[in-house]
Structure formats: structure tokens, C-alpha cells
């Protein structure tokens, strides 16, 4: 069975974008300078912040559709028209809610979801015909779905970057070799690792993401993934199902149904709509990853064409004609009409750097750097130990020794250091049968700095640019727009 949405019939006005289901974009989309600001920068122990900027005013009747990201440090909303222009942008920073020693994700990320509905200007609110949101990959709750608990978390989140060792062996008894729930940081293992430790009654808890959970407070229903989000607990999206082998282990009943990303759910809470003047028709559109949504808003379009999202951390997606996944290298395929986007991500990324410079220190340094010599420093640059791509080793160490006297030099040596974990993996992808990379899109706040893009381009031997649009809420709010044009 296929979830993909029907394609409304192009003309001459449209150009075909890959996307999940294959829908027709207008030239204005492909062709739109970017209008975001850099990523939302972690600062800690602050309150919540929130910008908000408006556009244009819709033409009378105009419909508008609003993606959300839920990145790892704060959120963001845009809110797009059909021909992609943006009526209004705003970000939050997540609020440091803590349960005793620890920090409360559940009450951050619910605070944070409805302050951003709030910062849409109340005008457009009525306007919106439909919204998505992305999250964290592999960013994992267990809740209760129980009569009378339906809902209520089950314990912490497990976050993106941690790992599970304990279940790793279990996952890798199971599971084809090398399959990409074979990482100690994949949705499967998490699970694994909760069911087995737990003594919690089993018997009404489902499996969701980050962006799963933050779509049901939207729409109500429970237990409904995509199959972005659901690729590393184990979903096959080119058979679209479940494998026998993982349907057959006794936390199956866990597993939330899968539909295509940007797939109508259902409509938007009638509390939600009064409280806060959305229409009654908006309807709530399945999801997908922070990585994908920036793929989609770079659209990077031809097969060789791959975008690098330089966030907290670095992230890599390279459109190809064949399928590649291999957990020794923390590589995974995620589907793409009929191409795939192959990539893995990397905990190196802009967090290691915003703990060591401050942002000013950050634009001050670079500008001082000369990008055409190659620095002789050799690190690799993590918050904590643990990598997953191209290297999986959740026992790495950082290596950020020794440092110069020069904060030029030393800056411009973990800056070239990631550019050569990047391009490590650009060539591991091309080894492993991808096609090869030609050109890079940036996304994220590390898109912003002009030296880095030059160090990587360098680095790489490839063309290196600033994506169109850098922001993953544009992305999120295409899969919303595509929600409503499979509907026409």
C-alpha cells in the first residue's frame, strides 16, 4: 500500500522538486532568495526569547501553511504562502524547566510549541490552511495510551545523540547486519533499552518522536509517526512496513503506524482553534526530521547535490539514485520520491564551538582568517565522547588539543577539522556505491560564516554554497503546503 499523495498536473508554471510524495513546486519556490536569520544560538539559563517578523499582507482569502522546527537548542516558526513567500518568522529558546537533577524536555518542548502559536501575529492566524512540524532524529518517548492515561509520558525522552550499548547487542540479534537500528543511538535500541529496564505494564505504551508527540498535542491522535522519523526504529520506507523481523518481538505493539511525511492527519483541535483563533478547517500534516526539513528547504534537486546543515551539530544529506545504509558508519537512507537521501550526522557541529568563543569572538575571529592555507591543527572537535558518523564510536573522545597561542589559528583549526570530518564523509558515501557528491548546500547557523563556506569548498573540491532558504521551519511548512496541494 502507498501513502504517497496524489501530484496535481504540472504546467508550464511549475517545476518538479523531489520531495516525499513527488508534488509539483511553482518556480517562485525553486528560484526565492533565503530571508532567515542564523540558527537560534543556545544561552544558557535564559528565558525564553521570541522575534517575530512580518511580511507582506495575503491577498484577501489567501491560505497560508506554517512548518515549525524543533531544533536541539531552541524553535522556530515560518509561515508561507503557496508561492512561498514568508508572512511571518519567529524562534524561541527552550525554556530550562528542570525535574530535580534533571531537565524537564516534556514541559520545555510543550511550553515552547504553544508560545510560538502565540507569536504568530493574530491576524494570520485565521489564514493558516495547514501546518507540520519537524524534530531531532531519533529523539524517542514512550508514553501510556491507556484509557485513562492516554498520553502521559512514560520517563525521560531519550534524546537524539544518546546511546543505548545495553541494548545493542539485543538490536544486532535481530536485525539484519549492519541495518541502521545497529547504532546505540537509534530509535530501536532506545526502545530496547526502556522495555528492558522498565517495570512498567507493557501492555498500552506506544513508541513516538519528538515531532510525533508535538503533532499530537496539535491533532489528537495518537500514535502516528512518518517514515522519516521512523527509519531508525527499524520501518522499511521502500516496502513501506514494518520488517516480519522486527513485527515479530514481543515491544511490536509499541511501534506507532507510519504514514508519508506531509500527509494530512486530521484537523486541529477544536480547543486549540478557539483559544487561539486558527480556523476550524486547518488541518495537522505528519512531519519529518530537522535534517530533512533543511534538505527540503535547500532543494538541492539532481541527483550529486547534497546539503550539509551546520547547526549544534553537522548533519549530511546527499541526494542519490541508490539506496546505501551501513550502521558501522552511522550511514542511513531516508526515501525521496524515487531517489534517496543518504547522510548520517555527526555530533561535531557549532555546540563545540559556542564552548569554546562566543559569538562575538566567533564573527571577530573569522574574519581574520586567510581560507585558502590549510591549518596544520588536527582535531576532532566533540562536546562529549561518542560519534556516530562517519565514524560510530560511542567511546570517542574529543580531541581539541593542543591549542595555540593564536585564537585565529585555533578557531581556523577546528573550523577545518569539521570541513575534513565532512568531506571524510562525503568520500566514505562515494565508496560505499552513493552518488558522488558535486555540489553542497549549507544550511544552519554555520551558513552564515563566509570563511567556513571557502575552508569546506577547499576542503571538499566541490562547489560550496548557502542554501536558498537555511531554515528546517520552511521546510516543515512546505510539507504542510504539500499536505494541501496532494488534497486539490
Known amino acids: 500500500m502507498s501513502y504517497s499523495l496524489p501530484c496535481p498536473p504540472c504546467s508550464s508554471s511549475t517545476l518538479r522538486s523531489p520531495s516525499v510524495h513527488g508534488v509539483c513546486w511553482p518556480k517562485t519556490l525553486v528560484s526565492r532568495n533565503g530571508l532567515f536569520d542564523s540558527a ?4 544558557p539559563r535564559r528565558a525564553m526569547t521570541a522575534r517575530v517578523s512580518s511580511g507582506m499582507n495575503p491577498e484577501i482569502g489567501e491560505r497560508l501553511y506554517l512548518g515549525m522546527d524543533f531544533g ?67 529523539t524517542t518517548m514512550i508514553l501510556d495510551r491507556s484509557i485513562f492515561k492516554s498520553g502521559e509520558t512514560l520517563g525521560r525522552p531519550f534524546l537524539y545523540n544518546e546511546s543505548c550499548p545495553d541494548a545493542l547487542p539485543i538490536v544486532k540479534s535481530i536485525a539484519p547486519e549492519n541495518h541502521t537500528v545497529c547504532s546505540g543511538s537509534s530509535t530501536l535500541c532506545k526502545l530496547v533499552s526502556w522495555w528492558n529496564s522498565s517495570d512498567t505494564d507493557k501492555g ?11 503533532l499530537w498535542l496539535l491533532h489528537g491522535k495518537l500514535g502516528i509517526s512518518d517514515y522519516n522519523n521512523a527509519l531508525k526504529v527499524g520501518y522499511d520506507p521502500e516496502l513501506e512496513s514494518y520488517p516480519s523481523w522486527l513485527l515479530s518481538q514481543p515491544y511490536s505493539n509499541a511501534l506507532p503506524s507510519v504514514i508519508a511525511p506531509g500527509k494530512p492527519i486530521g484537523h486541529l483541535k477544536e480547543d486549540i482553534t478557539q483559544k487561539h483563533g486558527f480556523s476550524n478547517d486547518c488541518v495537522v500534516c505528519t512531519g519529518t526530521t530537522d535534517s530533512i526539513a533543511a534538505f527540503l528547504a535547500a532543494r538541492a534537486t539532481q541527483p550529486g547535490k547534497a546539503v550539509t546543515s551546520l547547526g549544534s551539530t553537522l548533519a549530511i544529506k546527499l541526494l542519490s539514485t541508490r539506496r546505501i545504509e551501513d550502521a558501522r558508519y552511522g550511514v542511513y537512507s531516508h526515501r525521496l520520491d524515487d531517489k534517496w537521501l543518504v547522510g548520517g550526522a555527526s555530533n561535531t557541529g557549532g555546540a563545540v564551538l559556542r564552548q569554546i568563543f562566543t559569538d562575538e569572538q566567533l564573527e571577530k575571529l573569522s574574519k581574520q582568517i586567510d581560507p585558502s592555507e590549510a591549518s596544520p591543527l588536527d582535531y576532532y572537535p566533540l562536546q562529549t565522547a561518542g560519534e556516530r558518523f562517519p565514524v560510530a564510536d560511542p567511546n570517542m573522545m574529543p580531541r581539541l588539543l593542543p591549542r595555540p597561542e593564536s585564537d585565529v589559528q585555533y578557531l581556523h583549526g577546528i573550523l577545518e577539522s569539521i570541513a575534513r570530518i565532512e568531506g571524510k564523509a562525503y568520500s566514505l558515501l562515494k565508496g560505499m556505491g552513493a552518488t ?19 575552508i569546506r569548498e577547499r576542503v571538499l573540491g566541490v562547489p560550496v554554497s548557502r542554501a536558498i532558504q537555511t531554515e528546517a521551519a520552511y521546510g516543515a511548512a512546505l510539507l504542510a503546503l504539500k499536505g494541501m496541494e496532494g488534497n486539490i
Open 204 to 214: 498500552s505504551v506506544v513508541l513516538m518522536h519528538q515531532a510525533d508527540w508535538l
Open 40 to 43: 537560534t544560538k543556545t544561552k
Open 436 to 454: 558522488p557528491v558535486e555540489e553542497v548546500f549549507t544550511a544552519g547557523g554555520g551558513s552564515k560564516n563566509e570563511k567556513w563556506i571557502k
Open 72 to 138: 536541539t537548542s531552541g524553535a522556530r516558526f515560518a509561515l508561507i504562502d503557496k508561492q512561498g513567500n514568508i508572512h511571518a518568522e519567529g524562534k524561541r529558546e527552550y525554556p530550562e524547566y528542570m525535574s530535580g537533577d534533571t531537565r524537564d524536555w516534556v514541559s520545555s518542548w510543550k511550553v515552547t510549541l504553544f508560545s510560538l502559536l502565540e507569536d504568530i501575529p493574530v491576524h494570520l492566524r485565521s489564514l493558516i490552511a495547514s501546518m507540520s512540524v519537524d524534530g531531532t532524529s531519533a
